[in-house]
């Protein structure tokens, strides 16, 4: 392909054609997509892992008699997105069907959907180690959370690019 748009083609030159061109483009698409997807599930993967470590951090806090923790933490992937949520514990309810049972509310990370990061307050009446801990890991999760919403916006990209394509040779096949 580079000798073609460096030197031409000639009409003796009957080795590339428009549909070859079309097909090649394709399947370079459709492994971008694909290292897209891998991309995007490496990152959802990296804020497990965060969050798996936070876990394991705040159970040596609180095995080392901390004061009890109140902020809760969870990864997933729902359609496509990545989620990497901060929620505060709640106590046992004192009446009704679910009657000893703990709660956690998820917290709104109350900053623009193109900002991935929480706001500090999010954590303010945190014990201190708890604060800490969290901020350190909302950093990461940051990170994650931004890397996730640079792939959407090139998956989105790419969706573009294939219709293009598409259109570019579709009097051709």
């Not at 892992?49 to 876990?55: F, N, P």
């Not at 009657?99 to 999010?122: D, E, I, V």
Request: with cysteine; glycine share 6%; aromatic share 8%.
């Amino acid at each position: 392909m580079r000798r073609v748009t460096e030197e031409g083609s000639s009409s003796d030159d009957n080795a590339l054609k428009l549909p070859d061109i079309g097909a090649s483009s394709t399947t370079a698409i459709q492994q971008l997509e694909q290292l897209l997807e891998h991309e995007f599930y490496a990152a959802a993967a990296h804020a497990r892992l965060i969050c798996d470590a936070y876990w394991s951090n705040m159970q040596d806090e609180l095995a080392s008699g901390a004061e009890d923790a109140t902020l809760q933490t969870r990864v997933r992937v729902i359609d496509g997105t990545l989620q990497a949520v901060w929620m505060r514990a709640t106590g046992p309810a004192r009446s009704g069907p679910s009657k000893g049972r703990y709660y956690a509310k998820q917290l709104p990370k109350g900053t623009a959907s193109n900002n991935p990061n929480y706001s500090k307050a999010t954590f303010t009446r945190c014990p201190s180690w708890e604060k800490e801990l969290a901020e350190y890991v909302e950093g990461h999760y940051a990170k994650q959370r931004e890397r996730a919403m640079i792939l959407t916006q090139m998956r989105r990209l790419m969706r573009r690019y294939k219709k293009v394509v598409d259109q570019s040779y579709e009097d051709y096949k």
